[in-house]
C-alpha cells in the first residue's frame, strides 16, 4: 500500500494565522462546507480549518471539547459529561444534553442515523444516545462497566458492530453489537495508549497509538489474528484521528505538539469499492 504524509502542518507557527491550536483533540471534516473542525480542547473552542489552512473559531462555547461526530447537518461534541450539538450553518447550539454521572466523556461515533454513542473514558462505560429528536434526547448505556478503559469509537457499517478502541499498556481493540451488554475482545496489541480508530474505503483499520508517536495500520478483516504495524511515524500524541471519504485521507491532531497532519491512504479519490460506500 502506498503511503504517503501529506502534510505535517504545525499550523500554530504559521504567521498569518489569527487562531492557533492548544491540545487539539478531535476532528470532523465538514464536506458541506469544505472545511475541517477541530476540538482545541485546552483552549475551549471548535475551530474551522479551511483548505488554504487558516483557523478560525467556530464556536468558543464548550468548556473541554473531546471528541466529535457529523451527523447531517450537526456536529456533536463530547464535552465533559455532556453531549452538545451545534448547527453547522451557524454555529448556534441545538443540543445540550448530561449523562447523568458521566466521569470524562471522551470518544463518539453514529450509525449516520439517530444513534450516538460516547465512551465514558473514566467511568469505563459506552452510553448510546437517541438524537432522533433534538427536543426529547434520551440516553441508555449498554455497557455499565467495560473492564477496561474505552477510548476512540469507530461503527463499522460492514460489520454492523461498534468498533472500540482501548487506552492503556498492551493497548486492544473490542467490538460491541446491539443487544450486548458487554464488548467482544477482537485483539490485543504489544503497543499502548490507542485513542483514535477509523477504517478506509478497504475495511483496513488504523489506530493512533500514543506509546509508538505513529499511526499504525492493520489489513482487513479486523480479527484476533490481525498485526499492526507503523503507517504514519512522526506523531507526538495523537489524538482522536478522522477519515475523509472521497480525499482518501487520515486527518491527526497531535495533542503533544499542537500539529495536525493529512497522511494519504490507498483509497485517495475512491468514493466506493466492491459495492461499499468508502
Known amino acids: ?42 483552549a475551549g473552542q471548535i ?21 466529535m461526530e457529523i451527523v447531517a447537518d450537526t456536529v456533536f461534541v463530547a464535552d465533559g459529561s455532556f453531549i452538545r450539538g451545534y448547527r453547522l450553518s451557524d454555529a448556534v447550539r441545538v443540543v445540550n444534553y448530561q449523562i447523568a454521572g458521566a466521569g470524562f466523556l471522551n470518544g463518539l461515533a453514529s450509525d449516520g442515523g439517530a444513534r450516538l454513542w460516547a465512551s465514558d473514558f473514566s467511568g469505563q462505560r459506552l452510553h ?35 468498533l ?11 467490538a460491541w453489537a446491539t443487544g450486548q451488554t458487554s464488548a467482544t475482545l477482537i485483539v490485543t496489541t504489544t503497543f499502548g495508549n490507542f485513542d483514535g480508530i477509523v477504517q478506509d474505503c478497504d475495511g483496513r483499520s488504523y489506530v493512533s497509538a500514543w506509546s509508538a508517536a505513529a499511526i499504525l495500520s492493520a489489513p ?12 504514519a511515524a512522526g506523531q507526538s500524541n495523537p489524538a482522536d484521528i478522522a477519515y475523509t471519504v472521497g480525499d482518501g485521507e487520515i486527518a491527526v491532531p497531535n495533542a503533544g505538539n499542537n500539529s495536525l497532519a493529512f497522511i494519504a491512504t490507498a483509497c485517495a479519490g475512491v468514493l466506493f469499492r466492491d459495492g461499499a460506500e468508502g
Request: zero cysteines; proline letters at 6%.
Open 164 to 174: 472500540i478502541a482501548s487506552w492503556g499498556s498492551n493497548a486492544r481493540l473490542f
Open 220 to 231: 482487513a478483516p479486523l480479527n484476533a489474528q490481525s498485526q499492526f504495524t507503523v503507517f
Open 47 to 67: 475551530l474551522a480549518r479551511s483548505p488554504s489552512g487558516t483557523l478560525t473559531v467556530f464556536t468558543d462555547d464548550p468548556a473541554g471539547p473531546a471528541g
Open 128 to 162: 448510546q444516545v437517541d438524537i432522533s429528536n433534538f427536543a426529547s434526547i434520551s440516553h441508555t448505556t449498554p455497557i455499565s462497566a467495560t473492564g477496561f478503559t474505552p477510548n476512540g469509537l469507530w461503527w463499522d457499517r460492514r460489520n454492523e458492530r461498534l
Open 1 to 42: 500500500m502506498r503511503t504517503a504524509i501529506v502534510a505535517g502542518l504545525l499550523l500554530s507557527a504559521q504567521s498569518a494565522q489569527t487562531q492557533s491550536l492548544s491540545g487539539p483533540e478531535s476532528l470532523e471534516y465538514d464536506r458541506a462546507n469544505e472545511r475541517y473542525l477541530i476540538s482545541n480542547r485546552s
